[in-house]
Nanobody
């Protein structure tokens, strides 16, 4: 059974940085592409970034490109999201997820498991 545990969220001022981590167990980590999603209050969950299983190519939503960096450590079964220049619009619960589909504009398809999420609040 897949288990995903996100961490690293918190309260940060506008312009600040956070690094999220997602520890994965229960499935062959290096077999899956991995994605980060977020859900702002009152909004639908959206894809933020994903990284392919094959060559580690990274993809980003337009809203975060140039500010966020996704990476994966197959030896540690962990995926990361470095977030810089954060703004109030980045506030939300961030989730990681494995997927077998394509990654298009930062959204990973073919997702079949979710973590509990970690809350990121950007506010002064």
């Amino acid at each position: 059974q897949a288990q995903l545990v996100e961490s690293g969220g918190g309260l940060v001022q506008p312009g600040g940085s956070l690094k999220l981590s997602c520890a994965v167990s229960g499935f062959p980590f290096d077999y899956y592409s991995l994605g980060w999603f977020r859900q702002a209050p009152g909004k639908e969950r959206e894809g933020v970034s994903c990284i392919s299983r094959s060559d580690g190519s990274a993809y980003y939503a337009d809203s975060v490109r140039g500010r966020f960096t996704i990476s994966r450590d197959n030896a540690k079964n962990t995926v990361y999201l470095q977030m810089n220049s954060l703004g109030p619009e980045d506030t939300g619960v961030y989730y990681c997820a494995p997927g077998t589909g394509l990654c298009i504009k930062g959204k990973l398809y073919g997702v079949d498991a979710w973590g509990q999420g970690t809350l990121v609040t950007v506010s002064s």
